[in-house]
């Protein structure tokens, strides 16, 4: 065999054998859901809001809220920082922790309502739940809830006031949080 030659075929044999033991690689066996993470404008639409069926509108708000999102062994979640509205509502969490859950980001748990939207001293005990579904544009649809206990509010009782909110990336604010 001519020298070029088994040159060649020693270097393909070599290059043969060392695909051969790399290791495969890690496939993952979900995908990534699709990530709330940086600033958005969070439209909460009041003047459709309901208590109980009933309309109950109010003025729409937006409001400017940062997103970050962690993906670990057990999938992915993100959380909405709360902190802005702490001054209002003091008994609220500084952050809700969303889960992906069958094609839509959930979040639910305790959350003090205010009978009097800024008197923390009108809190009640209610649940608040919202969900998010992902749109092609890069925004978000979904719905929230709050699930008023025990007596509810004055002159309201207890009850599911429900709303739409829609969230769609921002830029950040000019000087920074």
């Known amino acids: 065999m001519p020298r070029a030659l088994s040159t060649t075929v020693a270097v393909l044999i070599a290059t043969g054998c060392g695909v051969l033991v790399v290791p495969p690689v890690a496939q993952a066996d979900r995908p990534t ?89 009108s809190a009640v005990t209610s649940v608040r739940s919202d969900y998010l579904v992902p749109n092609p544009d890069g925004s978000f649809s979904g719905e929230r809830t709050l699930t008023v206990e025990g007596a509810g509010c004055p002159g309201e009782g207890p009850g599911t006031h429900w709303l739409p909110i829609h969230v769609t990336p921002a830029d950040p604010p000019p000087t920074g949080r």
């Open 33 to 121: 859901p699709p990530l709330l993470y940086g600033y958005y404008n969070v439209f909460v639409d009041f003047s459709k809001q309901t208590f109980n069926g009933m309309p109950t509108p109010m003025p729409a708000k937006t409001f400017l809220v940062e997103y970050t999102a962690h993906c670990d062994v057990n999938g992915c979640g993100v959380s909405m920082d709360n902190t802005d509205d702490l001054s209002r509502n003091p008994g609220a969490p500084s952050a809700f922790e969303y889960r992906w859950n069958n094609g839509r980001w959930e979040t639910s748990g305790d959350y003090p309502y205010l009978c009097e939207r800024m008197n923390p001293e």
